[in-house]
């Protein structure tokens, strides 16, 4: 059933998309209103001040705009955009050298606020948990929010870094690896050693 979902939603990503490229230039608001908020997600993940974010998500709007004609509809539209997004980001950080690339954690590994039964060891947990993924390799970072964080399956977080699939399940598996080293030798009481 969510296969169906997802090829409907990908069949309607791409009637826009033609649309788009026919001349409606309506019919890129509603693939906006669709990605808006994964860009922002992509902007805030990858570092990008609170400020800057909604400046981000435009820009990459304009480019998706201006390089539609590039999109082939044998990937999700998601992923395209999801390439896009990252390279932007990146892009810029890397203009601003004077400051060091800042792949800030979000407050939240989830979307949403943790509900008011969660205890004070599980937010503890957490905020280790993003410490530790603040210091493993940005490679191994980028897959692991790509897949944990996202919700993408590794095939699509392959296309969408343009890496072979064997490299994204290895850098998987070596993130999980160096966060349960860092874990286990700074807080052994929590995560045992």
Request: hydrophobic share 40%; no cysteine; aromatic share 6%.
């Amino acid at each position: 059933m969510a296969e169906t979902a997802q090829e409907n939603r990908q069949a309607d990503d791409l009637r826009l998309v033609r649309a788009v490229l026919d001349g409606d230039r309506e019919a890129f608001g509603d693939l906006v209103a669709r990605y808006q908020g994964l860009v922002a997600g992509v902007a805030w993940r990858y570092g990008s001040r609170r400020d800057d974010v909604e400046d981000a998500v435009s820009e990459v709007m304009i480019k998706a705009y201006r390089n539609l004609h590039q999109y082939r509809p044998d990937h999700p539209f998601s992923t395209w955009l999801y390439r896009l997004a990252v390279n932007h980001v990146l892009d810029l950080a890397r203009r601003s050298k004077k400051e060091k690339l800042r792949a800030e954690m979000p407050e939240q590994l989830a979307d949403g606020a943790p509900s008011a039964g969660e205890g004070m060891e599980t937010r503890e947990r957490a905020e280790l948990l993003r410490q530790a993924l603040r210091e493993i390799d940005p490679r191994h970072r980028q897959v692991i929010f790509l897949v944990y964080v996202e919700g993408m399956r590794v095939d699509d977080a392959a296309r969408a870094l343009g890496l072979p699939e064997g490299t994204v399940k290895t850098r998987l598996m070596r993130g999980r690896d160096a966060i349960r080293k860092i874990l286990e030798r700074r807080h052994p009481g929590h995560f045992g050693a």
